[in-house]
């Protein structure tokens, strides 16, 4: 399995963007997948992820009402909706994908990495 981010850059305050990542292999639609960022100095943090039916989502209360996981399962994609950005959101954003079905915070949970796409927020 492979995952390939992408969508980071440099925004504004205030500003948008989609991260977007594409899973390899037919069995996309049958486990839940996850967004997670690291800042400089900090640890890898969830932010947001979506089960394999799409209908359970959760978000780091930091994001709730700004960012927005979606998944198209014909496209082998999960996206990353994110506005209203802050500086804080400046990080590398990574996209994860869950051995199960399920949507869950938790790093052990996450059995495939992407490379991880930079999204900072000038001020």
């Known amino acids: 399995v492979q995952l390939q981010a992408s969508g980071g850059g440099l925004v504004q305050t205030g500003g948008s963007l989609r991260l977007s990542c594409v899973v390899s292999?037919?069995?996309?639609?049958?486990?839940?997948l996850a967004w997670f960022r690291q800042a400089p100095g900090l640890e890898r943090e969830p932010v947001a992820c979506i089960d394999w039916s799409g209908l359970t989502t959760y978000y780091i209360n930091s994001v709730k009402g700004r960012f927005t996981v979606s998944r198209d399962n014909a496209k082998n994609t999960v996206y990353l909706e994110m506005n209203t950005l802050k500086p804080e959101d400046t990080a590398v954003y990574y996209c994860?994908?869950?051995?199960?079905?399920?949507?869950?915070?938790?790093?052990?949970?996450?059995?495939?990495w992407g490379q991880g796409t930079q999204v900072t927020v000038s001020s």
């Open positions: 994860a994908r869950n051995g199960y079905r399920d949507c869950g915070p938790y790093r052990q949970q996450y059995d495939s």
């Open positions: 292999g037919r069995t996309f639609s049958t486990y839940g």
